[in-house]
């Protein structure tokens, strides 16, 4: 598991903010990605919430450079088999199973899986995962709930995500157990459907600027 935890390191490291998008026309992916890119944020989660999201993965794996395409709502193993088919380098799931679980350990692509208890890091621990999505972050007790996890699940690191947005990125980013946050904000739907990348790009670098 530590390669894979080496992997996904690197991957959450790129940036601080994870952009986690749900696209519902796969026209839009590539320069939505391409935007992002451009911004500083490569590391792009899409998620499996619209029939357009694996075509839209496809798209932004083969045709933008930079970007490193992840999955996102991954709930099962046959939607996890499918986004590493599309070119997923890491898949994100708002929870864990065991069949999630056992899926992952045939794959190379990590798993980010999500927890918001104690006793689900806990379970995680013992599967391996050393680093894992608290979701949903501000509605399960946010970066005062997080920050408390610190000592007790030293060695633990977390993508938050849920609620994050520019004003609160800092609260989380701030804490010695959390890697990156995840957002989407940086890619809001009005400036999707208005094809204003120019807009979405300036938001990228913003988020990206939280990095100092």
């Not at 696209?23 to 890119?37: E, F, G, K, S, Y």
């Not at 994100?92 to 794959?107: C, K, R, W, Y």
């Not at 608290?134 to 995500?161: I, V, W």
Request: hydrophobic share 50%; aromatic share 6%.
């Amino acid at each position: 598991m530590s390669a894979k935890t080496d992997k996904l390191l690197s991957i959450l490291r790129l940036q601080p903010v994870v952009p986690v998008l749900v696209i519902d026309d796969v026209a839009t992916a590539v320069p939505l990605a391409r935007a992002l890119v451009a911004g500083g944020l490569r590391a792009i989660e899409i998620t499996l919430r619209t029939p357009a999201a694996l075509e839209a993965i496809r798209a932004v794996a083969n045709e933008v450079e930079g970007a490193v395409a992840g999955a996102g709502t991954i709930l099962n193993a046959a939607q996890f088999e499918a986004a590493v088919e599309a070119g997923s380098r890491f898949i994100v799931s708002p929870g864990t199973t065991q069949e999630l679980i056992d899926v992952a350990n045939d794959h190379d692509a990590p798993l980010l899986p999500g927890a918001a208890t104690a006793s689900e890091v806990m379970g995680l621990r013992e599967e391996g995962y050393d680093v894992m999505k608290f979701f949903p972050a501000e509605q399960a007790g946010g970066a005062a709930y997080l920050k408390s996890l610190s000592s007790p699940l030293a060695g633990t690191f977390f993508c938050p995500t849920g609620g994050i947005s520019l004003s609160n990125a800092r609260d989380y980013l701030s804490l010695p157990n959390v890697v990156c946050v995840g957002g989407s904000w940086v890619a809001p739907k009005d400036l999707v459907a208005k094809g204003d990348w120019a807009g979405i790009t300036k938001l990228a670098a913003e988020a990206f600027a939280l990095k100092g």
